[in-house]
């Protein structure tokens, strides 16, 4: 429930992962060049996206910005395609910059989406700055308090804090009422401040924080709760922006790509959580990671149950040092190149249909 697809040629090599990576419905992020701001945008996007994986559910999320007006959130909710609208505050990550920079400014378009029922999805940290004592480290504890007042104020608006990093995170979307969730993403029930310093291609935002944030993410999926649930943000990159090469200026671009191995990074994540002490093998129960990677993120938003089932299995397969588009123009390395990784098989498809054949042996 939080993926970036991007456009192009590298579109179709992400598409292309959902299905083998063991998922039939995603949330897809609007952080485009130029950002998806109006229905027509989203609508259209959708066509494309459905052309490459006719199979797939695509949920379309709107940007934020002063185009998105009450009028807009109508016409999204009519559209059938929009889900979300996705705030990013102005310069956090990768195409923020039309971000927000008031969020009272858009008071009136949360009233209209609590009314339409659409979903608001926080990209929850503060910009780093100085003055206010804010690096990448405190960032999204820092922007909590803004969580709080929006739920405050719009008490029956679904809000999701996005790609949640922290125990404040954790306990935040706790102490709000059913109408707040939080997604988890898989790289961040892996990786830790030690990661992503050595790493450029485990480099996204929200940075992975400590030991302990890690293990409280890892317990919040085998907690169950329900409110909490799988949102990848798998990012690709081309491989040279990650390298700092793309624009010349040495800088790597955020985003962790996992798309075709979601389902099953999580899965091992918490048998690594065994390994390491975090919880017993007998306090793991099937319903709450099933919950976490299906269940609870279509029940919250308001999505029928899949019929689709996957099987994950241990076969030896390690996940690819990279990626290629078909004409090897794009390149993408994916998180935990080269590491031991599940098989995806699919058991059976949402439209009822039993099969037994793998579809990523890659
Ligand atoms: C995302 C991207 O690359 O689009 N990057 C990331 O590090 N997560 C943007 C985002 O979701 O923040
Ligand atoms: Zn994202």
Redesign the pocket.
Known sequence: M?V?LRQGAMMALATAQIEAGGTDTVLV?P?LSPPITSVAQAVAYHAALQRLAPAVTFLMSLYLHPTVTPAVIAEARASGVVHGVKL?PAG?????AAGVLDVAAYHAVFAAMQEHDLVLNL?GEMPSTAAGAITVLNAEAAFLPQLRALHAAFPRLRIVL??VSTRQGLDAVRRCGPTVAGTITAHHLWATIEDWCGDVFA????VPKTAEDRAALVRAVVAGGGNFFFGS?S?P?PIQAKRGGADGRGAT????FTQPYGPALVVQAVAEGVRNGWFAADDVRLEAVDGFLGRFGRSFYKLPESEGRIRLERKGERIVDSLKSGDGAVEVVPFRRGEEVMSVHWVARRDGRTEDVTVAES
Request: aromatic share 8%; charged share 10%; net charge negative.
């Open positions: 939080h970036h992020m952080n990013y956090v990550t990768t195409n923020s990209h996005e790609h480099y996204c935002k929200p943000d990012a990159h671009a955020a985003g962790a």
